[in-house]
């Protein structure tokens, strides 16, 4: 497993509805998400094998929800990874939405 130099970075790529982390100048994972109203949707994340047990995941998820707070918006965490992180960190807790079979209808519509 190799460390990284630099720290990674956390952006939001609302051209691609997701959030990246980079490590490098590579990204190394992704947070994906769709906005439904005043409510973003978190569907997958993922990391990198060559990133793997760094933290990275969990770092990538903090940003994008602490990004999302600033945002306005409330946590959907269709996400099981996602999901877990609010349920450990209760600083999400007031902005977290429960799922429900319209949101996961609506999403499915959406990604096609």
Request: aromatic share 8%.
């Amino acid at each position: 497993m190799s460390q990284s130099s630099a720290a990674p970075v956390v952006e939001r790529v609302d051209a691609h509805h997701r959030y990246e982390i980079v490590v490098d100048g590579k990204r190394a994972g992704v947070a994906e998400f769709r906005d439904h109203g005043e409510q973003r949707v978190f569907f997958h994340t993922e990391v990198g094998d060559a990133y793997a047990g760094q933290g990275l995941a969990a770092e990538l998820v903090r940003q994008a929800l602490a990004d999302t707070r600033t945002s306005g918006k409330r946590i959907v965490p269709v996400c099981p990874y996602v999901a877990k992180f609010v349920k450990r960190h209760g600083e999400f807790a007031d902005i977290a939405d429960p799922v429900t079979p319209e949101v996961l209808r609506w999403l499915q519509a959406h990604l096609g």
